[in-house]
């Protein structure tokens, strides 16, 4: 299986502060990555796919990129609707597995 | 617009089979591009992926669960399903249907809104 780790486990944040999160396979993935996001109640919700590729509806603030093995999600001005779980996931292969999970919420 | 949506028992006796189902909306499960996912996730704790299965009926199992899992489609009523036997407290969790992508360039883009399944005698 692939293992995917996040970094960090959860962070503090402000209101118009720009966060960043990172992700890693424990092999290769080709750019297979996708970010999540997911609220108390609720089910995830796709942010990212393809390591970099903004899901339609969602905000532009909202950026992935790569860089080697490390994938990261920046959001680049924290609005009060994005304290929440981001997970990673890589569906390269299977099982797809996830990443622990970035737990932000408010400073 | 795709919807998803699980049902089945809340409560399940331990040793025995859980059973769910995914009903889909707004789209085919015999359409060859998806795979239909179930994930589940502890109370507190993060996401497992538990299989999915194609339109072609082909499925995979997380082999962590893979002795115990079944994954069947019923494309007559566009629902898949999901059994998990021999339950155990530890698969108490809330349960989610969701869709795929065969090429997996995509991710996971629809979800349903997932069940709680505790099991306990």
């Known amino acids: 299986d692939i293992q995917m780790t996040q970094s960090p486990s959860s962070l503090s944040a402000s209101v118009g502060d720009r966060v960043t999160i990172t992700c890693r396979a424990s092999q290769n993935i080709f750019s297979h990555l996708n970010w999540y996001q997911q609220k108390p109640g609720k089910a995830p919700k796709l942010l990212i796919y393809a390591a970099s590729n903004l899901q339609s509806g969602v905000p532009s603030r909202f950026s992935g990129s790569e860089s080697g093995a490390d994938f990261t999600l920046t959001i680049s001005s924290l609005q009060p609707e994005d304290f929440a779980t981001f997970y990673c996931q890589q569906s390269y292969s299977t099982p797809r597995t996830f990443g622990p999970g970035t737990k932000v919420d408010i400073k | 617009q795709v919807q998803l949506q699980e049902s089945g028992p809340g409560l399940v006796k331990p040793s025995q089979t859980l059973s769910l189902t995914c009903t889909v909306s707004g789209g085919s499960i015999s359409s060859g591009t998806y795979l239909w996912s179930w994930i589940r996730q502890p109370a507190g704790k993060g996401l497992e992926w538990i299989g999915h299965i194609s339109s072609s009926g082909s499925t995979n199992y997380n082999p962590s669960l893979k002795s115990r899992v079944t994954i069947s489609p019923d494309t007559s009523k566009n629902q898949f399903s999901l059994k998990l036997s021999s339950v155990t407290a530890a698969d108490t969790a809330v349960y989610h249907c969701?869709?795929?992508?065969?090429?997996?360039?995509?991710?996971?883009?629809?979800w349903g809104q997932g069940t709680l399944v505790t099991v306990s005698s």
């Open positions: 969701a869709r795929d992508y065969i090429s997996g360039w995509y991710g996971t883009d629809y």
